[in-house]
């Protein structure tokens, strides 16, 4: 995080984490100076998988114990991968027809309906044919 104003110097603040849906706030002291002084961070870029368009999550356990899930519904861990909408009703008459929670998992990922999604379990084929959830 870098701070200025004209007539003090630039801080920066490194290490600072922010998680999904989180609200932070930082108080920073700046100091007299000259708002020229600049400094540079370099990062490399991610590498992109050219191969395939596979996209994965991994969400390891210790965040998985530590995160407060409400009735520990697994299927909220969804939400921490990038590009998901997660929480929104299900399609149709799933719910009537599936039953229990599983079928109140609005789940959407690259942007597109949740309609659209495939499931696989262990690598078998784990959609419902009748409302693709």
Partial sequence: MKVEKA????????????????SRREDVDLQ???????IEVAASAL???TENATLGTVIDNKRIVEMPLNGRNYLQLV?????VSFGFPSAGQAGSRQG???ADQGISSGGQRAQFNRF????????????NT
């Fill in 47 to 49: 590498s992109l998988q």
């Fill in 7 to 22: 007539g003090f110097k630039a801080t920066t603040r490194t290490g600072l984490e922010i998680q999904v849906q989180q």
């Fill in 32 to 38: 007299l100076g000259n708002v020229t002084e600049t």
């Fill in 79 to 83: 939400s921490l991968a990038p590009n």
């Fill in 120 to 131: 696989t379990l262990y690598g078998i084929e784990n959609t419902d044919p009748n409302f």
């Fill in 100 to 102: 229990g929670i599983r």
